[in-house]
């Protein structure tokens, strides 16, 4: 029996309940789905106990997108797709439609603005990774640059699906992990590997002290005074490089230019579908923070480049 819609939310926190976009086929079918198909690399079908069709066609995204090209999908969706699509967990965009005929044209459209159609099957999905210097202070290194670079590289390996078995890579910029990169098949970690470096004459300025000594997860942040200024210090044993404490206070810097860079772990799974879920072993301990199209710049540099 089809699930049907619930009652709206009485709240305004948070998105609108995801049922009311769902594509009427997977409405109507929902929990009642009798096998799912590869038809192609990028495109799948899904068949209901009905009978009833859907169609998915998924396109590799940059991950961090620009309004212009979320309109441009969505302008895709409009015209073949009547406006459905969805974006999955690994930043692929997924165009869902019930007419077998709107796959052709919409491949030919999605491959002309230069978007790839793949990663379905046996091939390596949308690599994840988190905004680094975007978003967040706590970056090692320019994760966008490596995975540009990573999936330039094996491209071929994302509009086939020629692997044993599918791949999932992951990129993260710190320990912190954001990219749950510790449950992916292959990972690239940017890590620090200096503790924080403490500007004591600006601490007191720019830094509210309690929150800085809390902010720590190992305890390692301790207030103290230097030539009669609040300050804090840090016990080094302690300090695990996770960041944290240059988010709350800037005037603990961490970036290093010869300390910071990048780890690899393999091995590791988030489903538990097949196996048992698995943490990602350390592979490679630390290649320095060069790597094609990386630029490590310090954060006001780059502020003051891009605003
Ligand atoms: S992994 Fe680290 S640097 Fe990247 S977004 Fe998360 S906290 Fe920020
Ligand atoms: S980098 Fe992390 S572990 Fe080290 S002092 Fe700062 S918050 Fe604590």
């Known amino acids: 029996m089809a699930t049907q819609p619930s009652a709206p939310r009485k709240t305004d926190i948070g998105p609108p309940h995801y049922e009311q976009f769902l594509h009427p086929v997977i409405k109507k079918n929902y929990g009642q789905w009798k096998y799912h198909e590869y038809l192609k690399p990028g495109v799948m079908v899904h068949v209901a106990e009905s009978g009833d069709k859907i169609y998915s066609i998924r396109v590799g995204s940059p991950r961090l997108i620009s309004v212009d090209v979320i309109r441009l999908f969505a302008d895709l969706a409009d015209k073949y797709c009547d406006g459905f699509l969805r974006f999955t967990s690994r930043n692929n965009v997924e165009f869902l439609t019930d007419k077998e005929k709107s796959i052709e044209p919409l491949i030919k459209d999605v491959e ?8 379905t099957g046996n091939a390596i999905s949308n690599i994840i990774h988190t905004q680094g210097w975007v ?26 699906m020629k692997l044993p078995y599918k791949l999932k890579l992951a990129a993260a910029c ?3 992990m954001c990219g749950a990169v510790h449950c992916s098949d292959i990972a690239i970690l940017g890590i620090h590997r200096r503790p924080p470096k403490i500007k004591d004459e600006q601490v007191s300025r720019v830094c509210e002290i309690p929150t800085t000594v809390s902010s720590c997860p190992t305890a390692a942040i301790r207030p103290t005074t230097v030539e009669g200024k609040q300050t804090v210090k840090v016990d080094e044993d302690r300090c695990m490089f996770c960041a944290n404490c240059y ?22 799974k988030v489903s538990n579908a097949r196996s048992e879920p698995m943490f990602t072993k350390l592979a490679h301990p630390f290649l320095p923070n060069n790597p094609p199209r990386c630029r490590r710049v310090d954060r006001a540099d780059w502020l003051a480049e891009v605003l």
């Not at 002309?112 to 990663?119: E, H, L, N, S, T």
Request: proline letters at 5%; charged letters at 15%.
């Open 112 to 119: 002309a603005q230069g978007y790839p159609v793949g990663g």
């Open 135 to 160: 978003h967040c202070h706590s970056a090692a290194t320019d994760v966008s640059g490596l995975v540009k670079a990573t999936m330039d590289e094996l491209y071929e390996y994302f509009v086939d």
């Open 174 to 176: 710190c320990l912190n």
């Open 247 to 268: 988010t709350v206070c800037p005037a603990m810097p961490i970036a290093d230019a010869l300390n910071d860079g990048v780890s690899l772990w393999v091995g590791g």
